[in-house]
């Protein structure tokens, strides 16, 4: 209580101005002395710098820009605006947006499972250093090339299909999801893990009694959220790839049987169904927290 | 106090605790099973194909991945293709983000501005957000033809969607406590946004920034194989001709070119946060 | 003649939330006023509607002379000039020097263009200068206010306040982050400045003993109403269990 008595304040050193750092002209600086700030400055420069380089060297081939302009907003308004199904049926559009979806939960499954044993073998506080690091440079190898490559590489040894379409998912799906589970596992209180080591639990126990229940709401909400990105991936690759699903029936709308509307319709299902998506992943996560 | 005492001793509670999350696991890995079960049905999905396929492709791969000489006369270009992709990854990530940061300024709560306009800037943004990447590309080659500007604006409109929600959030999280404080000194909305927002959400999103220009290379891979341009068009060329050695030299300089930018983002986030 | 003067104070958020019913009080220029209450009894819409960073529902606030409702973007600039704001979480710009965060409680005078851009005149950074001097801060000037500790950044807070060459200063819950002996400073920096600079002080606090021991004048407030408003010594127990209604009196009580 007696803490709290007016006392009067330390005498003041008159001399401020030798704190004061000047410029060259003489006028007092106000920015703190920073790595950070130069390096957002250096980052932002050299952005911008090959931004303006990109542009000065890209080869346009004498595209006209304003007809084709002109022309994408006509078409982007034929889209959105009179979207109508000729080549397709709706319950065909259904079916197809289906195989995405399982395409896309299939690569969820089986990239969570694979990244579930990896992230034990790359979280900081429970894995060999060695191990980690050999684990981490595999997974950013994998998560290194593009999705698309892995789906036609595996199209050469199991033909075009749906394998070769969940492999090459799975692949980033997993490495995506190894980084996301280690994060989720290092975050967890270290004191718990001792406790249970200390209290002689095997690995395997201390996996299912302590880091598993302690970490599985974080691990669910990442598992949703590369699904929303499996699920765009699958689109993707059915229309680059061939392999079959709603993004296939893009790619025939739009450059087999060159019809906006048809494009238009489709893109309207897989709008809805993203927003479905979206929707239910808020209200999973939710209800795990 | 007894009441806690009770809660724990009590040995009904504890045991009904670990029935519950039993049966929760139980539920929830018999609807995952059924997932699986169904998805697999729906796309013919063959799991021992699955699994064979992956040693089958190690091999494939270690057979006729490796680059042999007329591989090696083409690396200049394939280093052609793969600088003007990643230079359309840059271009386009910071052009979406500084047309996402000025838009989302509009459009969060610490800015204040106008309900219907920052409802509209959320509603242009999730339209932006959710028409996916290849659709704009299909689109744009109609008029814009197998052209570096069709990708541009494909992963351009997909960009700025996701940014702009991004920014919206991080602007909101980062800097409304000293936003209010700098209204409350007398500062204008404009002078709250340069002494404020920016100095307080700018590390945050150059990290993002730097996100997006690595995940845009992929992107804009897929992209080039739709629309024959860049790398992609250039893999799936090789691809095509079954001309494995050179696609696989492709395949090594995109990894190395990810793997580098990914480690320098690293190395700069740690600095710059 | 009183500085602020609030007739009949009510504000209801979002049509629903009653936050205060008919508040009226004045305050007279270099008064230590302290608004004790429990949390979400109202205390921080008092302080933000002096300052319009929240619009009263009904009734009028007289600051200066001027009736703060009524005020259009150019007026409320003014007002917000001459009322320095504290806040609990000090509400800094962390990744600034702390000579910039001062700074800012210049940006109500300056244009548009010069705040913006952040340029000042050195007679302003010198007055920055002196301000850091008086609350012992000048070793600390150009470091990144991230670096500073929760005393240190509520001290830049004041010094930004007084940057800005205030008749008022409204603090809401100064010192609820801090610990025992950085309170004590800082609730000495206000007495202090309250005393020789003649600056009116608003101070919102949650601790009971504090205000006892610093405020001239203490308002009670419980759900959104005025119960008491009075000298520190004529403050009861009986009265500070009404504020605070529940078992938090009798804890509050006891330290008396």
């Not at chain 2, 230079?87 to 052009?95: E, F, N, Q, R, Y």
């Not at chain 2, 109609?142 to 996701?162: E, K, Y």
Request: aromatic share 10%; net charge neutral; charged share 20%.
């Amino acid at each position: 209580m007696s803490e709290f008595v007016i006392t009067e304040q330390a005498p003041i050193s008159l001399d401020i101005s030798k704190y004061m750092h000047r410029t060259r002209d003489g006028k007092i600086k106000t920015a703190a002395k920073s790595k950070s700030g130069l390096a957002i400055k250096t980052t932002m420069f050299v952005l911008l710098t090959l931004t303006i380089y990109g542009f000065l060297t890209f080869d346009y081939k004498d595209i006209d820009m304003a007809k084709a302009v002109v022309g994408t907003w006509s078409n982007i308004k034929v889209v959105f605006g009179q979207p109508m199904l000729t080549y397709n049926t709706f319950p065909g559009a259904l079916n197809a947006l289906l195989v995405t979806f399982s395409l896309g939960a299939l690569a969820t499954i089986f990239g969570a499972i694979i990244a579930f044993f990896g992230a034990l073998l790359c979280a900081k506080n429970i894995a060999n250093p060695t191990v980690a690091n050999v684990t981490k440079s595999f997974v950013a190898f994998i998560r290194a090339v593009p999705t698309i490559l892995w789906v036609l590489i595996f199209t050469i040894s199991a033909g075009l299909g749906s394998v070769a379409a969940v492999i090459g998912l799975t692949f980033h799906s997993a490495g995506y999801l190894v980084k996301a589970y280690a994060e989720s596992i290092e975050e967890m209180d270290a004191g718990t893990i001792e406790a249970l080591k200390a209290s002689g639990a095997s690995f395997w126990q201390t996996v299912f009694q302590a880091i598993l229940p302690s970490s599985i709401s974080r691990m669910t909400a990442w598992t949703f959220l590369r699904f929303e990105i499996n699920f765009a991936n699958a689109l993707a690759v059915g229309a680059a790839a061939g392999v079959g699903g709603i993004g296939f029936d893009l790619f025939m709308a739009g450059n087999h049987y060159f019809d906006l509307r048809e494009l238009g319709f489709i893109t309207y299902v897989v709008v809805v169904a993203v927003i479905l998506l979206e929707m239910l992943a808020t209200r999973i996560k939710a209800t795990v927290r | 106090m007894d009441n806690i005492v009770e809660k724990v001793l009590k040995p009904q509670n504890q045991t009904s605790v670990f029935i519950k999350r039993k049966r929760t696991f139980t539920l929830a890995f018999l609807g995952v099973a059924a997932l699986f079960g169904i998805s697999a049905a729906i796309t013919n999905y063959d799991v021992i194909d699955g699994f064979e396929s992956i040693p089958k492709a190690a091999y494939w791969m270690a057979r006729n991945f490796i680059p042999d000489e007329k591989a090696w006369s083409r690396l200049p270009d394939i280093l052609a293709k793969l600088s003007e992709t990643a230079l359309v990854s840059v271009a386009v990530t910071v052009c979406a983000a500084i047309c996402a940061f000025f838009f989302s300024l509009l459009g969060t709560e610490t800015t204040k501005t106008a309900r219907w306009l920052a409802r509209t800037v959320r509603i242009v943004a999730a339209f932006f957000r959710n028409v996916p990447d290849v659709v704009w590309a299909i689109l744009l080659l109609f008029s814009f033809g197998q052209n570096i500007l069709t990708g541009f604006f494909a992963l351009f409109f997909a960009t700025f969607g996701l940014l702009t929600r991004t920014f919206i959030e991080t602007i909101d999280e980062v800097s409304a406590s000293c936003v209010e404080a700098l209204h409350a000194t007398g500062a204008t909305g404009l002078q709250t946004v340069f002494n404020g927002v920016i100095p307080s959400s700018l590390p945050e999103i150059i990290s993002w920034v730097l996100y997006m220009i690595e995940t845009n290379i992929r992107a804009s891979t897929l992209i080039g194989v739709l629309t024959a341009t860049g790398i992609g068009y250039l893999f799936d060329l090789y691809y095509k001709r079954m001309d494995y050695s050179s696609a696989g030299l492709v395949v090594t300089s995109i990894v190395i070119l990810v793997i580098t930018i990914e480690m320098l983002s690293n190395k700069t986030r740690k600095v710059i946060m | 003649m009183p500085i602020l003067e609030f007739k009949n104070v009510s504000k209801i958020y979002n049509n629903i939330t009653k936050a205060l019913t008919e508040v009226s009080f004045s305050v007279d220029e270099g008064e230590f006023v302290s608004i004790i209450g429990p949390s979400g009894s109202g205390k921080s819409t008092i302080l933000r509607c002096i300052n319009r960073l929240v619009d009263v529902t009904q009734g009028s606030i007289i600051f200066d002379g001027h009736d703060v409702n009524r005020a259009d973007k150019k007026e409320i600039r003014q007002l917000r000039k001459k009322a320095g704001m504290i806040f609990q979480h000090y509400n800094l710009v962390n990744r600034l020097s702390v000579i910039e965060n001062v700074l800012h409680g210049r940006l109500g005078y300056k244009s548009v263009i010069a705040g913006a851009i952040g340029r000042y005149t050195e007679e302003e950074k010198e007055k920055a200068f002196q301000i850091l001097a008086k609350l012992g801060l000048t070793e600390q000037a150009y470091k990144r206010c991230d670096e500073l500790s929760g005393g240190q950044k509520q001290r830049v807070g004041i010094a930004r306040s007084l940057m800005q060459e205030p008749r008022l200063i409204l603090c809401d819950e100064p010192i609820a982050s801090l610990d025992p002996s950085s309170s004590k400073i800082i609730m000495d920096h206000l007495s202090i400045i309250n005393e020789t600079m003649r600056i009116t002080c608003i101070v919102n606090l949650h601790q009971v003993d504090v205000a006892l021991r610093y405020a001239k004048r203490i308002i009670g407030i419980t759900a959104g109403q005025i119960v008491y408003d009075g000298p520190p010594d004529e403050l009861t127990k009986v009265m500070i269990y009404e504020i605070y209604q529940s078992d938090e009196g009798e804890l509050i009580t006891d330290v008396r």
